[in-house]
């Protein structure tokens, strides 16, 4: 039974991720009586991994165990802790050994890299390799182990940083994904007066939700001032970038903090270089003390990314997880980076002496010169409520696995693996926009890891006017998200959710089989047809669609005609030569023809398919 209009009002209040269950159950629901596969596009796990670091993982572990059992081997199934001296020849030995094991390859490689490049001394280097796999000790230092942190520092330059080293480099620390990250960045400002409960601070958006929803938790409490992404191009469509007068509001002072998502959720679009350059010159001259926090998760699927963590580094603290980008949701892996050349320093010298006595005292168990305690080292103890620091830290073989990660990536100097990420995501595009029957204008700034469909714009402009507000008036903006699970088991997220237009929806083309995307495209183009057969049918077939290329009331009457009239061909342009010649290699030939560098933006020839 469909969902009533007062239950989707009710369900519309929560986020969009609970929202997502009761769509599940009805998804599931629909599975149960026609026994149809429920596609769930709603979050955005990705359904591949990079699969050699982790035969480096696997293997390093094997040589953590001969290690332990190196240095004590009394009791069967009782080992020992790996000894330093030494350790880096027995670790060369083992991988010229092993080195036809899946793995090993890497593992040779990125020793040498550590050894070579980033100068390394090669017993402590393959010792932490070792004692780390194996997580025999508490973390030490428990901000971070100190090559790893120097490998992943490496790899947020050439990956967030489009390969600009910063002048001073960034302290980094490893936590149990974005997740954690944004939890202690929070706490932490808060307790050392970075920022103050009842602050104002301006969001980004459309932006993932969580960061809409913890401003205004009681802890916190912020006066929140939205920038909103309203930019649209010469043909009226969005381009999800800001206009100047929107970022302007960051002049005022009384603005102490900017968060964003880069590139964003769910419109996928990273920050334009006007943008972080318009953004730079306010901390340069009207709001030198503005506090930036970014996630930038998504940057990796952005050519030649930049984010504000390099335009500016003073006054940005950079959030970066790897779990979009290597398929590790489940291992927990992500970082903090403030620069060592930043503001906060100078506001915690700054503040009243009354609460500089209060923060000396709270750290005074940890450090004997708690004023001197940096932010950043602070964050790490308030992770831990300081009592506990002496415990904090990542465990060892996470950070292990994200070192490999990180080098896995550092060695791949041809951008193979990014190439295949992105060559995914572009046929999965080519998909979606195929069953939708749309044609996508050029975006290089676009990482299309979602799309954000933005319904009602479609329907005003290439509809009628008059369509546009009988379907305000009649449905919830959520309506569609339920006809979709309701109809065929397909799982959307509300757009409205993350603060972007009421009536969109975002797809994730991250999870789900090529296949499955040309059908949630058909199912997306035929509820605007069914809204558009309802709406001739109250009003008599009188109103009339507006535009070149809108012609809805054939749609809704000739679907076959017109599936027949938007072949894959015009969905979308041919990659750029160097993709199209790389995805040829590695996939079959129609995998070329998905463009990587486009976004879901231009209207389509049908009614559903606006950005």
């Given at each position: 039974m469909p969902t009533s209009r007062a239950?989707?009002k009710?369900?519309?209040?929560?986020s969009?991720?609970?929202?997502?269950?009761?769509?599940i159950?009805?998804?599931n629901?629909?599975?149960?009586?026609e026994?149809?596969t429920?596609?769930?596009?709603?979050?955005g796990?990705?359904?591949w991994?990079?699969t050699?670091?982790?035969?480096?993982?696997?293997l390093l572990?094997?040589?953590?165990?001969?290690?332990?059992?190196?240095d004590?081997?009394?009791w069967d199934g009782?080992?020992?802790m790996?000894?330093k001296?030494?350790?880096?020849?027995r670790?060369?030995a083992?991988?010229q050994t092993n080195?036809?094991?899946p793995g090993?390859?890497?593992l040779q490689?990125?020793?040498?890299?550590?050894?070579k490049?980033?100068?390394f001394d090669?017993?402590?280097y393959a010792w932490e390799?070792?004692d780390?796999?194996i997580?025999d000790?508490?973390?030490e230092?428990?901000?971070?182990?100190?090559?790893?942190e120097?490998?992943?520092?490496a790899y947020?330059?050439?990956?967030?940083?489009?390969?600009?080293a910063?002048k001073q480099p960034?302290?980094?620390?490893a936590?149990?994904?974005?997740?954690?990250?944004m939890c202690y960045?929070?706490?932490s400002a808060l307790?050392?007066?970075?920022l103050?409960?009842?602050?104002?601070?301006?969001?980004?958006t459309?932006?993932f939700?969580?960061?809409?929803?913890?401003?205004?938790l009681?802890?916190?409490?912020?006066?929140?001032?939205e920038?909103?992404?309203s930019?649209?191009?010469?043909?009226?469509?969005h381009?999800?970038?800001?206009?100047p007068?929107?970022l302007d509001?960051?002049a005022?002072?009384?603005v102490?903090?900017?968060f964003l998502?880069?590139?964003?959720?769910?419109?996928s679009?990273?920050?334009?270089?006007e943008?972080?350059?318009?953004i730079k010159?306010i901390?340069?001259?009207?709001?030198?003390?503005?506090?930036v926090?970014?996630?930038?998760?998504y940057?990796t699927f952005?050519?030649?990314?930049?984010?504000?963590?390099?335009?500016v580094?003073r006054?940005t603290?950079?959030?970066?997880?790897?779990?979009?980008?290597?398929g590790c949701?489940g291992?927990?892996?992500?970082v903090i980076a403030v620069?060592?050349?930043?503001?906060f320093e100078?506001?915690?010298?700054k503040?009243?002496a009354?609460?500089?006595?209060?923060?000396?005292?709270?750290?005074?168990?940890?450090?004997?010169?708690?004023?001197k305690?940096k932010?950043?080292?602070r964050?790490?103890?308030?992770?831990?409520?300081?009592?506990l620091?002496h415990t904090?830290?990542l465990?060892?073989?996470?950070?292990?696995?994200m070192g490999?990660?990180a080098?896995?990536d550092?060695?791949?100097?041809q951008?193979?693996?990014q190439?295949?990420c992105?060559?995914?995501?572009?046929?999965?595009?080519?998909a979606?926009v195929?069953g939708?029957?749309?044609?996508?204008p050029?975006?290089?700034?676009a990482?299309?890891?979602?799309i954000?469909?933005?319904?009602?714009?479609?329907?005003?402009?290439?509809?009628s006017?008059?369509?546009?507000s009988?379907?305000a008036?009649?449905?919830?903006?959520?309506?569609?998200?339920f006809r979709l699970?309701?109809?065929?088991s397909?799982?959307?997220?509300n757009?409205?959710?993350f603060d972007g237009p009421?009536?969109?929806?975002?797809?994730?083309?991250?999870?789900?089989?090529?296949?499955?995307?040309?059908?949630?495209g058909?199912w997306?183009?035929?509820?605007?047809?069914?809204?558009?057969a309802?709406?001739?049918?109250v009003t008599?077939?009188?109103?009339?669609a507006?535009g070149a290329?809108?012609?809805?009331?054939?749609?809704a009457?000739k679907?076959?005609a017109?599936k027949?009239?938007?072949?894959?061909?015009?969905?979308v342009a041919?990659a750029?030569?160097?993709?199209?010649?790389?995805?040829?290699?590695?996939?079959?030939?129609k995998?070329t023809?998905?463009k990587k560098?486009?976004?879901?933006k231009?209207?389509?020839?049908?009614a559903?398919?606006?950005?």
């Amino acid at each position: 039974m469909p969902t009533s209009r007062a239950e989707q009002k009710r369900l519309e209040s929560l986020s969009p991720f609970e929202l997502k269950n009761s769509l599940i159950d009805l998804a599931n629901e629909n599975v149960k009586l026609e026994a149809v596969t429920m596609l769930n596009a709603g979050r955005g796990n990705p359904n591949w991994i990079a699969t050699e670091p982790r035969e480096a993982f696997f293997l390093l572990g094997r040589f953590g165990i001969e290690e332990s059992r190196r240095d004590w081997d009394e009791w069967d199934g009782v080992g020992g802790m790996p000894t330093k001296a030494g350790i880096a020849q027995r670790y060369k030995a083992f991988l010229q050994t092993n080195r036809n094991e899946p793995g090993a390859s890497l593992l040779q490689r990125s020793f040498d890299y550590g050894v070579k490049k980033l100068k390394f001394d090669p017993d402590a280097y393959a010792w932490e390799l070792a004692d780390g796999v194996i997580g025999d000790h508490y973390p030490e230092p428990d901000r971070m182990l100190a090559h790893m942190e120097k490998v992943v520092h490496a790899y947020l330059v050439k990956a967030m940083c489009g390969g600009k080293a910063p002048k001073q480099p960034f302290d980094l620390y490893a936590v149990e994904g974005g997740t954690a990250a944004m939890c202690y960045l929070f706490d932490s400002a808060l307790i050392n007066g970075i920022l103050n409960k009842g602050d104002t601070i301006a969001i980004m958006t459309p932006i993932f939700t969580p960061y809409l929803e913890i401003p205004h938790l009681e802890r916190y409490q912020f006066t929140v001032v939205e920038l909103k992404a309203s930019r649209f191009d010469s043909e009226g469509f969005h381009t999800w970038q800001y206009d100047p007068a929107e970022l302007d509001k960051l002049a005022d002072p009384k603005v102490k903090a900017l968060f964003l998502v880069n590139p964003s959720n769910p419109p996928s679009v990273a920050l334009s270089q006007e943008s972080r350059n318009h953004i730079k010159r306010i901390t340069e001259t009207s709001n030198p003390g503005l506090t930036v926090i970014t996630d930038d998760v998504y940057g990796t699927f952005v050519d030649g990314f930049e984010s504000l963590m390099s335009t500016v580094p003073r006054n940005t603290i950079g959030v970066y997880s790897f779990s979009k980008y290597f398929g590790c949701t489940g291992w927990r892996l992500g970082v903090i980076a403030v620069n060592r050349d930043n503001i906060f320093e100078g506001k915690l010298a700054k503040l009243p002496a009354k609460r500089k006595a209060q923060l000396s005292e709270r750290y005074s168990s940890i450090t004997l010169e708690p004023e001197k305690l940096k932010f950043i080292d602070r964050i790490v103890a308030d992770s831990r409520q300081v009592a506990l620091n002496h415990t904090a830290g990542l465990s060892l073989p996470q950070q292990i696995q994200m070192g490999l990660f990180a080098l896995f990536d550092l060695l791949d100097e041809q951008g193979a693996y990014q190439e295949t990420c992105q060559t995914i995501i572009s046929r999965r595009l080519h998909a979606l926009v195929k069953g939708m029957g749309v044609k996508l204008p050029k975006d290089p700034q676009a990482a299309h890891y979602y799309i954000e469909l933005d319904l009602m714009n479609y329907a005003q402009r290439y509809v009628s006017p008059e369509f546009a507000s009988w379907l305000a008036k009649n449905f919830e903006p959520v309506d569609p998200v339920f006809r979709l699970a309701e109809k065929g088991s397909v799982v959307l997220l509300n757009g409205g959710g993350f603060d972007g237009p009421e009536w969109s929806v975002r797809v994730s083309l991250a999870n789900l089989r090529y296949e499955s995307y040309q059908d949630i495209g058909r199912w997306l183009r035929e509820t605007m047809e069914d809204y558009y057969a309802e709406f001739q049918k109250v009003t008599g077939g009188a109103q009339k669609a507006t535009g070149a290329k809108a012609t809805a009331a054939k749609a809704a009457t000739k679907k076959a005609a017109a599936k027949k009239a938007a072949p894959a061909k015009k969905a979308v342009a041919k990659a750029p030569a160097k993709k199209a010649a790389t995805a040829a290699k590695k996939a079959p030939a129609k995998k070329t023809t998905a463009k990587k560098t486009t976004t879901a933006k231009k209207a389509p020839a049908k009614a559903g398919s606006k950005r």
